[in-house]
């Protein structure tokens, strides 16, 4: 259908992960449709959206971690290997090793009544299969290469004994401890100050790029995403609306929605109080209350009733699903 | 600032301790043997030979109470320990399998707590032999459903967290989240309930050996001694009063150990209090 190239073969071989028609729903109701894309190897690809776009539900299909009641439909192959398919024994041995995925909340993610150190030994024992002892001099050099403090001390520390910064970094620690190919992060900043983010973005950069793994970097902020990654993927309604390099999309969107997503960040030398602050008109529907045909139709400036069929999402490199797009 | 202790916390550790210091006693030294009969003394008052006085047998009080604790205590670390071993598991499996699993484990500590302990100690006097371990048997048995419950109350609860998902990435089995996971963030609330389940195992067994279906004599058992003084009440009204006297104090004593511990172990609560005052 929403052809990729994936076909290629020699394509496919620079592709750590390439997602193909990826449908997650809730009982009957869909909320992420036939979603497509592929990440190349050592590739930082960001995914970008508002709330309740269907960007984290992607992500935890992908790893196979969907909540109970919800169900994925698809192809997300993994070297070639389908992950929706493989057993959850077979998906164990990938998943946390090979592709690894970093929470949004550092808080809810470590175990409050866990010391760090045993938590970041937990995927070394696990997949490793090393003993308690090994794993902790493992675990040291993990906290190390992510920069915390004093590791050795930080081992025996529990959770609510750090910092949101230094907690962020224990969790980067746990997901790169395997070095794995693929890192997904979830809103990996959000939770954190303006300068730790920074910090943080960086480190986890640096840590992709010494591995040569590829990074998902899952983001509503535009900025982020601009600043890490090389390509990025814009999803709204459970629909990727563009996709493109970094330049490209966010240099001339081609889609209404990204578009009206960049106008919204206020710029610096703009005289704030003079300039009402843009926002995009109406707000996101709720879950299947989308309308049908494009979901941005509803509060898009350039829809008419061609827009009431989904466009497919067309282009090589630089691609968006629009009837009308920009320039 | 340190917090100040929560008063029950400490008249329960004390009164606690003076159980099990008896106990501890009683099992090196006491100061008669408590099962040699003196005709010659019976239910004599307070001598300085007899501290407590002697019974209608002429066994020596003091060292009886102080036997009864060592059984006392016995009997309420067994229970607790079963309930234990079988409760936890249970409910960690009702909480990590979820679906038909979950119903029919919960379905059957349903049926297991609406039957009343001492019913099934009378089935297991009747079916075995009544003795201090079908006793123990049967009030563990009927405080199983007690500790399947708030495991998995407390499991279902943890199950949804990050972090299990985080471990379920790396390939964490059941057992492993369960172990790892799970009772480590369970145990304060567990360390409560057996305190409390203690107290309800002395006084179960306390009311068994009231009706004969408890130890067997002449190992010195308090509700025994309860139920044999009861004859004499009119002669010597203190045979019956330094059982009873014991088991309340013992009861009461884990009762506030587990309302301290509580209070102690639960910062929600303790946050709330605070507030109010």
Known sequence: MIGLGVADPSQAQHDTLVVEDLTVAVGTVEVVHQVSFALEAGQRTGLIGESGSGKTLTALAIMGLLPEGLSANGRVLYRGRDLLAMSERELCAVRGDRVAMIFQEPMTALNPVMKIGEQVSEPLRLHRGMGARQARSAAVQALERVRLPDPVEKMHAYPHQLSGGQRQRAMIAMATACSPELVIADEPTTALDVTVQAQILELLVGLVEEGGSSLLLISHDLPVVANVCQRVLVMYGGHIVEEGSVDDVFGEPRHPYTRALLDAIPSLDEDLPSRKLRAIAGSVPGLGEFPPGCPFRNRCPRADDVCAVMPAIEGSDHRAACWHPLA | ?277
């Open chain 2, 1 to 277: 600032m340190r917090r100040r202790l929560p008063l029950t916390l400490v008249v329960g550790v004390l009164l606690v301790a003076l159980v099990i210091v008896t106990a501890l006693i009683s099992s090196v030294w006491t100061p008669s043997d408590p099962t040699h009969v003196e005709v010659s003394a019976r239910m004599k008052g307070p001598t300085t030979s007899y501290l407590l006085g002697t019974d209608q047998l002429g066994r020596d009080e003091l060292s009886r109470i102080m036997a009864g604790a060592r059984n006392t205590l016995l009997v309420g670390i067994v229970t607790v320990l079963i309930a234990i071993g079988v409760g936890v598991p249970l409910g960690g499996v009702a909480a990590l399998y979820r679906g038909r699993v979950e119903d029919t484990t919960m379905r059957l500590s349903d049926v297991l707590l609406a039957f009343p302990a001492i019913l099934l100690a009378i089935m297991f006097a009747a079916v075995f032999q009544p003795s201090t371990v079908t006793a123990m048997a049967a009030i563990g048995i009927a405080l199983v459903p007690v500790f399947a419950r708030v495991v998995r109350g407390a499991g279902l609860q943890i199950m949804q967290q990050d972090y299990v998902t985080i471990t379920r990435t790396y390939g964490g089995s059941n057992a492993w989240i369960f172990v790892r996971h799970v009772l480590p963030n369970v145990s304060s609330v567990l360390i409560v309930q057996a305190t409390v389940a203690f107290a309800v195992a002395i006084l179960a067994e306390a009311a068994l050996s009231y009706l004969g279906l408890g130890t067997p004599p002449p190992t010195p058992s308090w509700g025994r001694m309860l139920s044999e003084s009861q004859t004499f009440l009119d002669q010597a009204p203190m045979l019956a009063f330094w059982p009873g006297a014991s088991i309340a104090l013992a009861v009461l004593g884990f009762n506030l150990l587990g309302d301290g511990l509580r209070d102690l172990l639960d910062p929600k609560l303790v946050e709330r209090l605070e507030l109010s005052s």
